[in-house]
């Protein structure tokens, strides 16, 4: 496991130009060893930008991106060192697909970094399970697959890296519901199974409160709340402020207690929900 952190970061666009445009403004924040964190925001809230700094795909503009304590920046030259320990997956990757297998395409990253065939053969067979990925498909073209098929073999080829930080960004984007699920969960197995940090982008709500540790809430290029799950939620009237709310689920429950039904707190998912309703009609 790996500590990532940032401190004080800002990030500018077309700095020094008419089109300047500041995307993160003196963002700092800490991220929890062996968590899935969530970031959430709306739209130009600075949270894709973030995302691409973690792993030095962007420099800050000012402010250091830590890992395990030491800037990822104090030497450039082996800043590919570190996207091998903080992976990226960035939206849509299945566009990125490029190797005539799946097989290969997944293997790619491990064979980059010097390891064993039998190695690279366990690795490509680990991740591949841990998004759901039949077998079967390991051999066919990446054009013989659907979108959400494609999407899954994307993740894993960084999943069989192993990195000790696992960044996506929006992985559930534009999948049906299924689709979003078998890929988050598989995303959360993989942290708990491997002991890696896990950091989401999503816009949804919901799957912040499925599959979330703790919360990073995004405003206009600044850290508008920051906690766990229970403590981010609770500030329900922040959240609506930056246009955000609570999840459906919870809403319903704050409903229902309007209407006189004795409901415990904390409901932020439908499993909750269902524990909470169940003794009521028995």
Request: proline content about 5%; charged content about 25%; overall charge negative.
């Amino acid at each position: 496991m790996a500590t990532l952190s940032l401190e004080n970061v800002s990030y500018v666009y077309g700095q020094r130009t008419p089109f300047e445009i500041k995307a993160l403004d003196n963002v700092s924040l800490s991220v929890r060893e062996g968590t899935v964190t969530g970031i959430i925001g709306h739209t130009g809230s600075g949270k894709s930008t973030l995302v691409q700094l973690l792993n030095g795909l962007e420099k800050p503009t000012s402010g250091k991106v830590m890992l395990d304590g030491v800037d990822i920046w104090e030497k450039p030259r082996e800043i590919g060192k570190i996207r091998f320990r903080v992976g990226l997956v960035m939206q849509y990757p299945e566009y990125q697909l490029f190797e005539e297998t799946i097989r290969a395409d997944i293997a790619f990253g491990p064979r980059n970094m010097g390891l064993s065939k039998e190695e690279i053969d366990h690795r490509v067979s680990e991740a591949a399970g841990f998004v759901g990925l039949d077998p079967l498909l390991l051999d066919k073209s990446p054009f013989d697959l659907s979108g959400g098929q494609k999407r899954r073999a994307a993740i894993a080829g960084v999943m069989a890296m192993r990195p000790e930080v696992l960044v996506l960004d929006e992985p559930a984007a534009g999948l049906d519901p299924r689709g979003r699920d078998t890929i988050l969960k598989g995303v959360r197995t993989y942290g708990r199974e491997t002991g890696s940090t896990v950091i989401i982008v999503s816009h949804s709500m919901e799957d912040m409160a499925t599959y979330c540790d703790d919360i990073i809430v995004m405003a206009k290029g600044r850290v508008c709340l920051s906690g766990t799950r229970d403590e981010v939620f609770a500030n329900a009237k922040t959240l609506t402020e930056v246009g955000l709310g609570v999840p459906q689920i919870t809403q319903l429950a704050l409903l229902l207690e309007e209407r006189g039904v004795a409901l415990p707190g904390g409901i932020y998912t439908v499993e909750a929900a269902v524990a909470a309703l169940k003794p009521l009609f028995q």
